[in-house]
T-cell receptor, first 113, second 112 residues
Framework: GAGVSQSPRYKVAKRGQDVALRCDPI?????LFWYQQALGQGPEFLTY????????KSGLPSDRFFAERPEGSVSTLKIQRTQQEDSAVYLC???????????FGNGTRLTVT | GQQLNQSPQSMFIQEGEDVSMNCTSS?????WLWYKQDPGEGPVLLIA?????ELTSNGRLTAQFGITRKDSFLNISASIPSDVGIYFC????????????FGTGTSLTVIP
């Protein structure tokens, strides 16, 4: 596709439910990033893939957060046993090469009630 | 993570005025990026900078990579109503992998 595609655009989960957020990067982009953006804040780094390898997951806030990119293309961010503090916009970005600029999707807005 | 200090936090200007905003870090960066984010959308890349001292323009936008490699500046000339939005700087530190850190944003309001 022409840009990074994320689904769903909106997700409402009851506290304790598991959620899965999907990211389709720009075709051919090697690197894929997940960011979390709280209201009124800048994006905060969560994790980064180069092809299928997860090279950095230092930003994941707890072991309830898990990301995968098994075939080096589509990625899924999974949050288990969601908590209210998980409510945020989750942004996915891809880049053509290592150190190239990031191109973002429109994000998934997660609301945990 | 890295702290990027972005200022000002918000700006209210008259249409036609010029705008300046900046971003500073506590450590040396290899790359600086500037993004604009509209409500409900993801950040859109405006300008990328790769070299200390580099000055790059994109239409009415001009950005500079500071010589110390710890700061960057974005200028918007002759502002128009569609410039409204939140502007973010992002930097990639030297020797710490591939991640980009983001500033806290500058909210720009243009009064017609």
């Amino acid at each position: 596709g022409a840009g990074v595609s994320q689904s769903p655009r909106y997700k409402v989960a009851k506290r304790g439910q598991d959620v899965a957020l999907r990211c389709d990067p720009i075709s051919g982009h090697v690197s894929l990033f997940w960011y979390q953006q709280a209201l009124g804040q800048g994006p905060e780094f969560l994790t980064y893939f180069q092809n299928e390898a997860q090279l950095d997951k230092s930003g994941l806030p707890s072991d309830r957060f898990f990301a995968e990119r098994p075939e080096g293309s589509v990625s899924t961010l999974k949050i288990q046993r969601t908590q209210q503090e998980d409510s945020a916009v989750y942004l996915c970005a891809s880049s053509l090469l290592e150190h190239s600029p990031l191109h973002f999707g429109n994000g998934t807005r997660l609301t945990v009630t | 993570g890295q702290q990027l200090n972005q200022s000002p936090q918000s700006m209210f200007i008259q249409e036609g005025e010029d705008v300046s905003m900046n971003c500073t870090s506590s450590s040396i960066f290899n790359t600086w990026l500037w993004y604009k984010q509209d409500p409900g959308e993801g950040p859109v890349l405006l300008i990328a900078l790769y070299k200390a001292g580099e000055l790059t323009s994109n239409g009415r936008l001009t950005a500079q990579f500071g010589i110390t490699r710890k700061d960057s500046f974005l200028n918007i000339s002759a502002s128009i109503p569609s410039d409204v939005g939140i502007y973010f700087c992002a930097g990639q530190p030297a020797n710490t992998g591939n991640q980009f850190y983001f500033g806290t944003g500058t909210s720009l309001t243009v009064i017609p």
